[in-house]
């Protein structure tokens, strides 16, 4: 019984230190400091590869024809990024310069924009993930 109670509590402690730490793995932040950065604060030590904008790194061409078929705007994803962030980011940092007015005249992607409270002039980074299904990277240049 005793065995069995300490094999319980072990458990217990190991899933709530999992549970504990599983949001700050998933928020992934900028190495401004510490032991693991560069800088001032640690001038032998790496610095953090993290850039918000990762995700505009990766992005394949997308074609007018290929958003002009999405039509319901359960089907647009809305991802907000670099958002907060000290430094900027450019209009033509992503993929999506040549598509905004595809993208405003398309009413599916204009209303998942505005749901979101963005507009075709906020998309930088456009990624189809299957046939009338999209993700539209944003930024507020809005503001």
Same mark, same amino acid.
């Given at each position: 019984?005793l *065995?069995?109670?300490?094999?319980a509590?072990?458990? +217990?402690?190991t899933? #709530?230190? #999992?549970v504990?730490t599983?949001p =700050? &793995?998933?928020q992934r932040q900028?190495?401004? #400091?510490g032991p ?7 001038? $032998? ?12 790194g990766? &992005?394949r061409?997308?074609?007018? %024809? %290929?958003l002009?078929e999405i039509?319901?705007p359960?089907?647009v994803?809305v991802?907000?990024?670099?958002? $907060?962030?000290?430094y $900027?980011i !450019?209009?033509?940092? $992503?993929?999506?310069? =040549? +598509?905004?007015? /595809?993208?405003?005249d398309?009413?599916a992607?204009t209303? #998942?924009l505005?749901r979101k *409270? !963005?507009?075709s002039d906020?998309?930088?980074?456009v990624?189809?993930?299957? %046939?009338g *299904?999209?993700? +539209?990277? /944003?930024?507020? !240049?809005h503001?």
């Amino acid at each position: 019984m005793l *065995k069995q109670t300490i094999l319980a509590i072990a458990s +217990l402690t190991t899933l #709530a230190v #999992a549970v504990t730490t599983a949001p =700050a &793995l998933a928020q992934r932040q900028p190495c401004t #400091a510490g032991p693991y950065c560069g800088g001032e604060n640690n001038p $032998g030590g790496g610095a953090s590869t993290y850039s918000c904008t990762e995700p505009l790194g990766h &992005l394949r061409r997308v074609y007018r %024809e %290929e958003l002009e078929e999405i039509s319901n705007p359960n089907h647009v994803s809305v991802m907000p990024i670099c958002i $907060g962030e000290s430094y $900027g980011i !450019f209009r033509n940092d $992503g993929n999506a310069g =040549a +598509l905004r007015t /595809v993208i405003a005249d398309n009413d599916a992607m204009t209303e #998942a924009l505005f749901r979101k *409270k !963005f507009g075709s002039d906020d998309v930088v980074g456009v990624r189809m993930i299957g %046939e009338g *299904k999209v993700i +539209l990277y /944003v930024h507020p !240049f809005h503001y």
